[in-house]
């Protein structure tokens, strides 16, 4: 009977979210999310090269700050944006997300304004769970892809009860475009393979 709920619940998701036009933007650009006191950063070599693999692009327009968040199995990216918005990619396995959130919160954030779902493995959904439950988030980009793991519909079933703002994308689509800069989808083209790496999604990000 639960099976049959969840199934339900994905459907409803899919007609209501499909197909709708992405904004530009979900909230407004400072979001009142980012704390101003750069001093809680820590900065100190040791610190990063112990938590993550981090690569900066800065041009005169600003800096994006990509972070690779070493949490084992799967994956997690924390994307700090130039206009003061942020997105984190993946939340690796269950039991990450105590870990991914106390981070992104050192980075002075306490809202995620994008949150994306390459795809719907539990070494990359696992730890959403735990920072959906802690974290405010504007909105969910994720693929049509389904699985049938109790970790993915436990995630499906917490968006849903959450009222969380789910659009559904694929190779072509727009996330979010500035006049600094734009996230887009090149993957995936087939959201219906057998093998779900191969709905992941892909990003471009053009900066500057």
């Known amino acids: 009977m639960k099976r049959i709920f969840v199934l339900l619940l994905i459907c409803m998701l899919l007609v209501s979210c499909y197909g709708k036009e992405i904004p530009p933007d979900i909230l407004p650009p400072d979001g009142g999310q980012k704390n101003p006191d750069d001093s809680i950063r820590d900065k100190s070599p040791e610190k990063e090269k112990e938590d993550l693999i981090y690569s900066d692009l800065e041009t005169p327009d600003g800096i994006v700050r990509i972070h690779f968040l070493d949490v084992g199995q799967g994956d997690s990216a924390f994307v ?32 995620l304004d994008f949150v994306v779902i390459t795809h719907p493995h539990g070494d990359h959904i696992g730890g959403l769970i735990w920072v959906f439950n802690v974290m405010p988030v504007g909105c969910v980009y994720m693929t049509t892809a389904f699985h049938s793991t109790q970790v993915y519909q436990t995630l499906m079933i917490q968006l849903f009860e959450q009222e969380s703002t789910i659009l559904f994308i694929g190779a072509g689509d727009t996330l979010v475009e500035t006049e600094q800069y734009a996230i887009k989808a090149l993957a995936p083209y087939d959201a219906n393979d057998f093998n779900l790496n191969n709905t992941s999604i892909v990003l471009h990000l053009v900066f500057g």
Request: with cysteine; charged share 30%.
């Open 80 to 111: 700090e944006l130039p206009d003061g918005r942020c997105m984190l990619i993946d939340g690796s396995l269950r039991g990450m997300g105590e870990k991914i959130v106390p981070y992104i919160e050192k980075l002075g954030y306490y809202f």
